[in-house]
């Protein structure tokens, strides 16, 4: 299996910040990774799939880059409503998995 | 507008049986595959399966923790999808959720998920 691993697992920062989410695979998956936004309570919300490309409606703060096993999520500039955890997940080949998560906290 | 909603979460005991459903609209079924994560109360997402199309005879891939107990259907008649779970666990214990699936740049990816249904498996 693929193994995901996201660092840091929490960050703290202010608004305004540039802040960069590492996602490292234990293989090589080319660009198929996803990034996902969690909010409590609720269902993840897909960022951004093949590793940069930026799902419709996604604010452009967002920016995901990468190939092969390291990958990285960017926020140019923090806002108060990305407070969420953050999940990267490898769709290269089964079983499909995600990295234990990045706690973005304000 | 694309909406999954599941349901059939409930309490129930060791080594029983439950089937969640998925229902989808605002977008057309037969077309996507379907996808069954969980999240374990306070933890990380775990990936459970894939239902894929009609296209590709409605195949099916699980995680290695529930391959042999969890078996993927789907109806699309219906629009939905069903997660039949046997011989249940504690540690399957989760909020599970339903995700459908787009294919764009070489990539299956889930880009409408469910609010998710909790399922509890203790004595």
């Known amino acids: 299996d693929i193994q995901l691993t996201q660092s840091p697992s929490f960050l703290s920062a202010s608004v305004g910040d540039r802040v960069t989410i590492t996602c490292r695979a234990s293989?090589?998956?080319?660009?198929?990774l996803a990034w996902y936004q969690q909010k409590p309570g609720k269902a993840p919300k897909l960022l951004i799939y093949a590793a940069s490309t930026l799902q419709t409606g996604v604010p452009s703060r967002f920016s995901g880059s990468g190939s092969g096993t390291e990958f990285t999520l960017t926020i140019s500039s923090l806002q108060p409503e990305d407070f969420a955890i953050y999940y990267c997940q490898q769709l290269n080949s089964y079983p499909l998995t995600f990295g234990g998560g990045t706690r973005v906290e304000i | 507008e694309v909406q999954l909603v599941e349901s059939g979460g409930v309490l129930v005991q060791p080594g029983g049986s439950l089937r969640l459903s998925c229902a989808a609209s605002g977008f057309t079924f037969s077309d996507h595959y379907i996808d069954w994560v969980r999240q374990a109360p306070g933890k990380g997402l775990e990936w459970v399966g894939r239902?894929?199309?009609?296209?590709?005879?409605?195949?099916?891939e699980y995680a290695a923790s529930v391959k042999g107990r969890f078996t993927i259907s789907r109806d699309d008649s219906k629009n939905s999808v069903y997660l039949q779970m046997d011989s249940l666990k504690t540690e399957d214990t989760a909020v599970y959720f339903c995700?459908?699936?787009?294919?764009?740049?070489?990539?299956?990816?889930?880009?409408?998920w469910g609010q998710g249904t909790l399922v509890t498996v203790s004595s």
């Open positions: 239902s894929r199309n009609k296209a590709n005879s409605y195949t099916t």
């Open positions: 293989q090589g998956i080319s660009s198929h």
């Open positions: 995700a459908r699936n787009y294919y764009d740049r070489g990539v299956y990816f889930s880009d409408y």
